[in-house]
């Protein structure tokens, strides 16, 4: 059987021209890059929205996302990967609460906001402020985290806050002690309000223009790069400089890498990396500036 004709013969046929189409559009919409070897998974994330609309191939679902823009947020839903944990790469926690919160705390700067782009479900951002309650006083401090992502299902999710029993494990238990309450009769434990009260959750496409003004102290963006080529992730990197302070910190996953802006970012640790102090301040202007 060649190639071709095994994408043809599966429940929904799937054309070469059809991949390409879906891949193009996954790409312009969201910068994620899908080769030739992630067909099978386009396949099987795809096949249940052409299962729900009852269409037969792949060739009428493209057809049907080019006329039907409310379809495009559901084809978005539909492939992005959304593996996340709490406490995942916990030693950008301990960098957290052992090595920044102290200069906070000894420093005069009294706003912090810290940002989990590409949050997923919540559990990023739940482990930040996590960390950081009860270690910075919050009636000195005026602590924000902004959690964002482009998955619209995701954040749903994560604006609930609650999840499996089976991952309870993941929290410290001194911080599950404080922040958590299981549900009775459920297999399911929700976050507690304090915690949910310094998280802001926000659809946010980091290809399409950027709301916030900043500036922040810290951006995780972490297993995300993974998805974008180097064009993408370079726009991205440069965006979140102008967005950060002098000294502000960029946190990314365990296999990316930001060696190409170190005029911008001195490395500090594993996967974590330090702004590098700007010749002009900080200004919104200036800020918007860097960005183009
Ligand atoms: C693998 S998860 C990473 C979650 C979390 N940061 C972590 O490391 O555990 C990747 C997330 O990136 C989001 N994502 C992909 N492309 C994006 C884009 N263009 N803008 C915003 N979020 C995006 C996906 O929806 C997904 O939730």
């Known amino acids: 059987m060649t190639f071709v004709d095994k994408w043809q013969q599966q429940e929904f046929p799937m054309s070469i021209a059809d991949f390409d189409f ?54 978005i839903n539909a492939l992005t990967t959304n593996l996340t944990a709490f406490f995942r790469e ?18 005069k700067q009294k706003r912090i906001r810290i940002w989990s782009a590409a ?21 000195l401090f005026d602590v924000k985290i902004l959690a964002t992502d482009l998955n619209t299902q995701v954040l749903e999710t994560a604006k609930k806050g609650i999840y499996s029993a089976e991952v309870l494990p993941t929290i410290p238990a001194n911080f599950s002690a404080k922040y958590i309450k299981t549900l009775p009769n459920t297999e399911q434990f929700s976050i507690k309000q ?19 003004s900043g500036p922040f102290d810290v951006i995780f963006c972490r297993n995300v790069f993974i998805y974008f080529d180097s064009d993408t992730k370079q726009r991205i990197i440069k965006k979140f400089r102008a ?22 970012f001195e490395f500090v640790g594993h996967t974590i990396y330090r702004a590098r102090k700007r010749k002009v301040p900080f200004s919104p202007l200036f800020q918007q500036q860097e960005a183009e």
């Not at 949050?119 to 009636?139: H, K, V």
């Not at 304090?194 to 916030?212: A, G, S, Y």
């Open 90 to 107: 916990k030693h950008h926690f301990v960098h957290l609460d052992k090595q920044i919160c102290p200069q906070w705390l000894a420093g």
């Open 22 to 75: 879906l891949r193009n559009l996954a790409y312009s919409q969201t910068g994620i890059v899908l080769p030739e070897r992630k067909k099978q998974m386009v396949y099987s994330r795809l096949s249940r929205r052409v299962r729900t609309l009852r269409l037969s191939t792949f060739s009428q679902y493209c057809h049907y996302l080019e006329n039907n823009t409310q379809e495009l947020p559901e084809f």
């Open 243 to 264: 967005l950060l302070n002098d000294g502000g910190y960029l946190i990314i996953g365990h296999a990316e890498t930001i060696n190409d802006f170190a005029a911008d």
């Open 119 to 139: 949050c997923s479900t919540g559990e990023e951002a739940y482990s930040i402020a996590m960390t950081l309650y009860g270690r910075i006083d919050l009636n």
């Open 194 to 212: 304090r915690i949910k009260d310094l998280v802001h959750f926000k659809q946010l496409n980091l290809l399409q223009t950027w709301p916030m």
